[in-house]
């Protein structure tokens, strides 16, 4: 667990503003894009622990502690800590690219939103990631659907040019986007649970991966602890390699929320 830190002795590291295209839902930063943040000065395994929602549009601070912990802050108010970690993930077969189109096709991205007090389609119809309402160009759209016979889900992604590097390979803050939002579908398709919010997300990179190639990003629950659930997610290459994988803690949506949300 992260400790609190008496934010005396922070150094800070850089400022950094999140454009608001990178959203999850509307007006937050999406989780797995901020957690990336960090990938610059901690190596391999990175636990991120969220502690409110990332803001978009506004200048916030990377600042780092004496114990090794980095946090990014909005003024004196923690937003995110993170730290080297470790993962243990059992990670299953490689569904293949055209198992992953098929689960695509009846995703919950692609159907009526269930909330009332949105219009569109999916959980978050704009989110950068899983959003099959923003625009063409504009997201990632990554839809997540069950594979048949399996216990998890998957979606197909070739990654656009427009998100790698000069040498054409994928910049580090869309892989750790795309190993967000499929762990929420995995709890949504596949248990009676409904994730409220990522609070905690365990992950690295552990390859790199090239522009055009035809992925499979895949996610399946772990367990749950109360209202803790766990969920693992995977981003595997054309050849069936491992990109990256994370490990997510979901907080299990309110009563009072789920109350809103149906009304």
Same mark, same amino acid.
Not at 57 to 86: N, T
Not at 148 to 161: E, F, I, K, R
Not at 189 to 209: A, N, V
Not at 216 to 242: C, H, M
């Given at each position: 667990?992260?400790?609190?830190?008496?934010?005396?002795?922070?150094?800070?590291?850089?400022?950094?503003?999140?454009?608001?295209?990178?959203?999850?839902?509307?007006?937050?930063?999406?989780?797995?894009?901020?957690?990336? +943040?960090?990938?610059?000065?901690? !190596?391999?395994?990175?636990?991120?622990?969220?502690?409110?929602?990332?803001?978009?549009?506004?200048?916030? =601070?990377?600042?780092?502690? !004496?114990?090794?912990?980095?946090?990014?802050?909005?003024? !004196?108010?923690?937003?995110? =800590?993170?730290?080297?970690?470790?993962?243990?993930?059992?990670?299953?077969?490689?569904?293949?690219?055209?198992?992953?189109?098929?689960?695509?096709?009846?995703?919950?991205?692609?159907?009526?939103?269930?909330?009332?007090?949105?219009?569109?389609?999916?959980?978050?119809?704009?989110?950068?990631? $899983?959003?099959?309402?923003?625009?063409?160009?504009?997201?990632?759209?990554?839809?997540?659907?069950?594979?048949?016979?399996?216990?998890?889900?998957?979606?197909?992604?070739?990654?656009?040019?427009?998100?790698? !590097?000069? =040498?054409?390979?994928?910049?580090?803050?869309?892989?750790?986007?795309?190993?967000?939002?499929?762990?929420?579908?995995?709890?949504?398709?596949?248990?009676?649970?409904?994730?409220?919010? +990522?609070?905690?997300?365990?992950?690295?990179?552990?390859?790199?991966?090239? $522009?055009?190639? =035809? $992925?499979?990003?895949?996610?399946?629950?772990?367990?749950?602890?109360?209202?803790?659930?766990?969920?693992?997610?995977?981003?595997?290459?054309?050849?069936?390699?491992?990109?990256?994988?994370?490990?997510?803690?979901?907080?299990?949506?309110?009563?009072?929320?789920?109350?809103?949300?149906?009304?």
């Amino acid at each position: 667990m992260f400790r609190e830190n008496s934010q005396l002795n922070l150094k800070t590291i850089c400022n950094v503003t999140i454009p608001a295209k990178y959203k999850g839902p509307p007006d937050i930063a999406n989780g797995g894009y901020v957690c990336s +943040l960090f990938a610059k000065y901690i !190596d391999d395994v990175i636990d991120v622990m969220i502690k409110r929602p990332t803001p978009l549009d506004r200048e916030l =601070q990377i600042r780092a502690g !004496d114990d090794g912990i980095y946090y990014l802050m909005d003024g !004196d108010q923690i937003i995110i =800590q993170a730290k080297p970690g470790v993962i243990d993930l059992t990670v299953p077969d490689a569904p293949s690219y055209e198992e992953a189109v098929k689960a695509a096709k009846m995703s919950i991205a692609l159907k009526p939103t269930p909330y009332t007090h949105v219009t569109g389609h999916g959980i978050h119809p704009i989110c950068f990631c $899983c959003g099959a309402d923003v625009p063409d160009g504009e997201g990632l759209k990554i839809h997540p659907g069950h594979v048949s016979g399996t216990n998890m889900v998957a979606a197909p992604w070739t990654p656009a040019l427009e998100y790698g !590097d000069k =040498q054409g390979y994928v910049r580090p803050e869309f892989i750790w986007t795309a190993l967000d939002c499929p762990g929420a579908y995995a709890l949504w398709e596949l248990t009676d649970t409904k994730p409220g919010f +990522l609070g905690r997300l365990i992950g690295r990179i552990e390859k790199p991966l090239r $522009c055009d190639e =035809q $992925c499979v990003v895949a996610a399946w629950p772990v367990g749950s602890d109360g209202r803790k659930l766990y969920t693992g997610t995977v981003l595997f290459n054309e050849k069936g390699q491992i990109i990256g994988c994370s490990m997510a803690t979901w907080f299990l949506m309110p009563p009072e929320m789920m109350e809103f949300l149906a009304n």
